[in-house]
């Protein structure tokens, strides 16, 4: 019995030395599931390299925690992650002048004909069977005192309330002059506009695209046809808005895998919870013009929660802007039509998540390797101010660092490195082993004891 007491004891102190002896031990590429060969050629103090895709979304965390940089000996090296170019500020609004028009229809040669007449008395004549559906005109003019030129990727069109649920198509065109009828050129065609209302609920569509740079030397006009509206157009206002960042040199564009299909509703899941800045959606060939509502979940067993409701388009070469979101992780969303389906070709989904440059200093030597994937690593990213110092910032900047060349992808660890324990988890893992082992041999030492007492008391006279 005093044997057994002592392997229980011995045990008790092993087993935690063991989990402990696993704790100092240096991170790996092994530990990680895969990695990525660099080749930075020159000398320099710094390299930085932008973030892969697959990088994004093969990582398990979402605040890349598991992502190393190791050196030709697997040594870990210092290395910061910083944004590649924060967005900037969007230009203001111009408000432009608008003058409605009047406009007659006629019949032209067994066709229909519409006349438009500008300020001045110059007159535009539309002809085809479609012209019979414009029902309002309105030409928009820079404002004045407008010196500069004035790029505009939409126009924003403010309206009265409606009376009633309203709809309608517009047509835009520009032109340099008020003059000639045959110098108009059309910019925008059938572009939805909307403003309906279901109980507390709104959906409202009030921009239309647009790609053309106004100026008084140039392009100084715009006109705008409207079409299949069930009422008239009580239009208060129109702004010009230049066109945004490119998001594309912000952003990286994460796709999402389609998870379950139907006629009017998908959903859309990325294998990891992602920090989005926004989602960008686009509809399939069959419905190019889609309203919606949109739900999403932070983690797979979550609950659905609402995000908005908004109609997507893809008219020509105008589509409607991504869903801009807060950098709210986000690991599935749900799509479904508002009174409408997709048929046999549903919307598109890609995540835009902030683009990461890793920056990092080449200790030892060469060839370095880039590392991800590891459901065990702690943060170890530092500031980037720690890996470039404050009086070195203006001699070295992300515009002017070398950047490293990405090679081929290979795998390290494994999908086994995705699930793995860190340390402290595998200590109390052991620990949790221990006190159960304990516990049952104590069990069965004190069953030995009460069986041994039953022989001694039966045995005797």
Same mark, same amino acid.
């Given at each position: 019995m005093k044997g057994l007491l002592n392997v229980i004891v011995m045990a008790a102190l092993c087993l935690p030395m063991t989990g402990?002896?696993?704790? *100092?031990?240096?991170?790996?590429?092994?530990?990680?599931?895969?990695?990525?060969?660099?080749?930075?050629?020159?000398?320099? =103090?710094?390299?930085?390299?932008?973030?892969? +895709?697959?990088? &994004?979304?093969?990582?398990?965390? =979402?605040?890349? #925690?598991d992502v190393r940089v190791f050196n030709s000996k697997g040594e870990a090296v210092p290395f910061a992650l910083t944004p590649q170019r924060q967005p900037q500020r969007a230009p203001q609004p111009v408000t432009l002048k608008v003058f409605p028009l009047d406009i007659k229809h006629a019949k032209q040669e067994g066709q229909g004909s519409l006349t438009v007449k500008m300020p001045g008395g110059a007159e535009v004549h539309l002809a085809g069977d479609d012209v019979t559906r414009i029902s309002q005109s309105f030409l928009m003019a820079l404002p004045d005192g407008q010196k500069t030129s004035l790029p505009v990727a939409q126009l924003r069109l403010n309206w009265s309330k409606p009376a009633q649920n309203w709809q309608a198509k517009v047509d835009l065109f520009y032109s340099?002059?008020?003059?000639?009828?045959?110098?108009?050129?059309?910019?925008?065609?059938?572009?939805?506009?909307?403003?309906? +209302?279901?109980?507390?609920?709104?959906?409202?569509?009030?921009?239309?695209?647009?790609?053309?740079?106004?100026?008084?030397?140039?392009? #100084? &006009?715009?006109?705008?046809?409207?079409?299949?509206? *069930?009422?008239?157009?009580?239009?208060?206002?129109?702004?010009?808005?230049? =066109?945004?960042?490119?998001? *594309?040199?912000?952003?990286?564009?994460l796709p999402a895998h389609k998870e379950k299909v139907g006629a009017s509703e998908a959903v859309y899941r990325w294998a990891n919870p992602q920090p989005l800045a926004g989602l960008a959606i686009t509809p399939g060939s069959d419905s190019p013009v889609l309203p919606v509502e949109i739900e999403f979940r932070q983690r797979a067993e979550d609950p659905w929660r609402p995000l908005t409701k908004t109609v997507l388009y893809r008219i020509n070469d105008a589509q409607s802007e991504p869903t801009m979101l807060n950098g709210d992780r986000v690991q599935a969303i749900r799509i479904k039509g508002i009174n409408a389906s997709w048929g046999d070709t549903p919307p598109e989904v890609q995540g835009l998540r902030a683009s990461q440059a890793l920056v990092f200093i080449p200790q030892g030597t060469g060839p370095f390797m880039l590392a991800w994937g590891n459901k065990a690593?702690? =943060?170890?990213?530092?500031?980037?101010?720690?890996?470039?110092?404050?009086?070195? #910032?203006?001699? &070295?900047?992300?515009?002017?660092?070398?950047?490293?060349?990405?090679?081929?992808?290979?795998?390290l660890g494994g999908e086994a490195r995705l699930t793995a324990v860190d340390p402290a988890e595998r200590r109390s893992h052991w620990m949790t082993m221990l006190i159960w082992g304990v516990l049952v041999i104590g069990v069965l030492a004190l069953l030995l004891v009460a069986f041994r007492l039953w022989r001694e008391v039966k045995s005797k006279p």
């Open positions: 402990l002896a696993n704790d *100092s031990a240096p991170d790996a590429p092994q530990d990680y599931a895969w990695g990525m060969h660099l080749e930075n050629e020159g000398a320099s =103090p710094f390299w930085q390299i932008a973030l892969p +895709t697959q990088v &994004y979304e093969q990582t398990v965390w =979402p605040d890349l #925690r340099d002059n008020l003059k000639f009828e045959d110098q108009w050129y059309k910019l925008a065609e059938n572009s939805p506009l909307m403003d309906l +209302t279901s109980g507390s609920d709104q959906l409202k569509l009030n921009t239309i695209p647009s790609s053309v740079t106004l100026s008084e030397t140039g392009y #100084r &006009y715009l006109l705008m046809t409207v079409s299949d509206a *069930s009422q008239p157009l009580a239009l208060q206002s129109v702004e010009a808005l230049a =066109p945004a960042d490119d998001f *594309s040199n912000a952003y990286v564009y690593a702690k =943060p170890q990213a530092m500031a980037l101010d720690m890996v470039i110092p404050e009086k070195l #910032r203006g001699q &070295y900047t992300l515009e002017s660092l070398p950047v490293a060349t990405e090679a081929d992808t290979i795998t």
